[in-house]
């Protein structure tokens, strides 16, 4: 989005419309002028894409990426919010899981500490090469043939919503750490995630030449690679 030479009046213009503006970006290009005008402008969140948490991951993963010039350039836009008395942008952190990424996720929070970002998203993977068409992490959890038969063995484990409190998650350790197949209690009693989310909450993608879609994904005609294919 950053490229786009007017994307700080976009953002403007949907401000004075009076809806909610969210933008994902690599924060590569968020130099001064441009995080100022975002600040003045009202963004409400500025999402940054990272795919490792050490500079030699997220640089293999995205070429021509530096991880050090994205914290500095997050730091610079939190330190231009402060100087206008501004509580906007939000900060947070997407995180897309491989293979080869997934065992960084322990640096994760410090990373998202140090960049000031209030939350992180985790996904999985779409492959739009054949480079990356092996790094997904999600072959049996796909595959029809897979099912779970629980037993008194290895029960199912129906998790409810609960705080994240110490105590709380070394008791649920204690359950979970003898295995079993997982379940969380909204998924039965909410049909919410047959929905698509982006249409659900009323979503609108804007591209860089204006065109609308109701998700990001819609906008573009790529390959993708699919178990493999």
């Known amino acids: 989005p950053l490229v786009h030479p ?12 009076g809806v909610k503006t969210e933008l994902i970006t690599n924060g590569l290009l968020l130099n001064p002028e441009v995080a100022e005008g975002l600040v003045l402008a009202g963004l409400d969140t500025l999402v940054v894409s990272v795919d490792g948490t050490t500079p030699e991951t997220h640089e293999a993963i995205r070429p021509g990426a530096n991880l050090s010039k994205v914290r500095e350039n997050m730091n610079r836009l939190r330190a231009i919010s402060r100087k206008h008395f501004s509580q906007t942008p939000k900060i947070g952190i997407e995180y897309v899981l491989t293979r080869r990424n997934i065992s960084e996720l322990s640096g994760l929070r410090q990373l998202a500490y140090s960049m000031g970002a209030s939350f992180i998203i985790l996904t999985n993977i779409l492959p739009y090469t054949e480079e990356f068409k092996d790094e997904i992490l999600y072959w049996s959890s796909t595959r029809s043939s897979y099912s779970f038969l629980a037993s008194q063995w290895i029960p199912e484990i129906v998790l409810p919503r609960i705080d994240a409190k110490l105590e709380y998650l070394t008791a649920l350790s204690g359950v979970l750490k003898h295995g079993g197949g997982i379940d969380l209690l909204p998924r039965r009693l909410v049909r919410s995630y047959d929905r698509c989310p982006f249409i659900w909450d009323g979503t609108t993608a804007v591209g860089w030449n204006g065109e609308t879609s109701p998700c990001i994904a819609l906008m573009h005609s790529c390959t993708c690679y699919v178990m493999g294919r």
């Open 6 to 17: 007017h994307i700080v009046e976009m953002i403007g213009e949907a401000k004075d419309l």
